[in-house]
């Protein structure tokens, strides 16, 4: 009897019959599962946030034209496409995503003997995941920015975040605002540094590229038996935008020395010899191709995408957790409040986190 299960994977093209199907990964918008059939081939199957992605076809023609395009190059430069990039498994009917009544799905190869980290095991996995991150906008610098759409406009828009946090505690919905008023006093005190990044975009100070926008850590996957830095994933977000954006919300995500959700905030901060790590192996990928503007707001960056993260956990807190996926009541508040105590940490240390851009990207 075939195997049972609500996800549709007799709808792709898969080699063999379905075997197992096993949940995986850990992203807090969409649903992952892993499967493997009778002759052995694996599948990354993805149950896709539509609430949150609403134009399926763009977005996965994005992908599918940005991981063509990456492998093109990984096979120039001598690499293992196959094993470096995502590779979509366009479904029955030819489309690369399938419609059922629970709801989008799409399907990749499943790139074997690879792992997620979490967190860096040592400052030299954090240089060489700057290096990954650096390299995949390195290898999209010629690629048309103009004709990929924009699948969640003004993504990284840091005010509008801001304008979207201060709606949602103006209608208040689930009467939590009495319970955050020191966390949105901390956030628009910070209004006029949100716009930092806008301003540089708008004045052409930080050139438009072609950004990944979702540079968390583990959204770069490592070879199991090397651990060296095998493929970037998560390719949802990737849109126009500025470097900085990837930059910043790597430092946010895997230099922070706590989880995000961590609830004891006295465990929370920046480790700048992390940051030094990173800001090396930007530098030595990117450091050539970068403007003056994009040197100079470089140790800024982190904390303008942290602050944004903050405000959009925020945001979701206050409109009842719709948006990022929870596990426990409050999770989405102490989210926010992690990404405040970096912030702060942050404040203190921009001298020294400008010092060491300075010092690596000599300007
Ligand atoms: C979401 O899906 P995931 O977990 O990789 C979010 C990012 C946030 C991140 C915070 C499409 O990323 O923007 O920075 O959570 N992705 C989207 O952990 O909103
Ligand atoms: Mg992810």
Request: proline share 4%; with cysteine; hydrophobic share 40%.
């Amino acid at each position: 009897m075939a195997f049972r299960h609500p996800v549709p994977v007799d709808q792709f093209h898969l080699d063999g019959t379905l075997r197992s199907l096993r949940p995986c990964g850990n992203g807090h918008i969409n649903r992952t599962w892993r499967a493997v059939t009778d002759t052995g081939a694996e599948y990354l199957i993805q149950l896709v946030n539509t609430d949150v992605f609403r134009d399926m076809d763009g977005l996965m023609s994005n992908i599918s034209r940005v991981t063509q395009h990456v492998r093109e190059k990984i096979r120039l430069d001598g690499g293992d496409p196959d094993r470096e990039t995502m590779l979509i498994v366009p479904a029955l009917d030819g489309k690369l995503y399938c419609m059922t009544k629970e709801g989008c799905y799409r399907a990749y190869h499943f790139i074997r003997n690879a792992i997620a980290l979490e967190k860096p095991r040592s400052a030299e996995d954090f240089y060489l995941t700057a290096r990954a991150f650096g390299k995949f906008q390195q290898q999209l610098l010629d690629f048309p920015a103009a004709e990929l759409v924009e699948v969640i406009p003004d993504f990284h828009n840091t005010p509008k975040r801001l304008e979207a946090l201060r709606y949602a505690a103006t209608m208040d919905v689930m009467g939590r605002k009495k319970d955050v008023e020191a966390e949105l006093e901390f956030i628009f005190a910070r209004q006029e540094f949100a716009g930092t990044l806008t301003r540089g975009i708008a004045s052409g100070a930080l050139p438009l590229r072609v950004t990944h926008n979702d540079t968390k850590l583990n959204n770069l996957l490592f070879d199991q038996e090397t651990m060296t830095p095998l493929a970037v994933v998560d390719l949802d977000t990737v849109m126009p935008g500025t470097s900085l954006y990837d930059f910043g919300d790597g430092i946010r995500y895997g230099a922070a020395t706590a989880a995000e959700d961590e609830m004891d905030l006295s465990l929370v901060s920046c480790d700048l010899e992390l940051y030094e790590h990173f800001v090396r192996g930007w530098a030595s990928v990117c450091g050539d191709t970068m403007s003056l503007g994009e040197k100079e707001l470089l140790h800024l960056s982190p904390r303008i995408l942290t602050l944004e993260c903050g405000a959009r956990f925020l945001t979701d807190y206050l409109s009842g957790d719709t948006y990022f996926s929870t596990s426990r009541p409050g999770q989405n508040l102490d989210r926010c409040r992690t990404q405040l105590k970096l912030v702060a940490d942050m404040e203190e240390k921009e001298a020294e986190m400008l010092r060491i851009s300075k010092e690596y990207l000599h300007f």
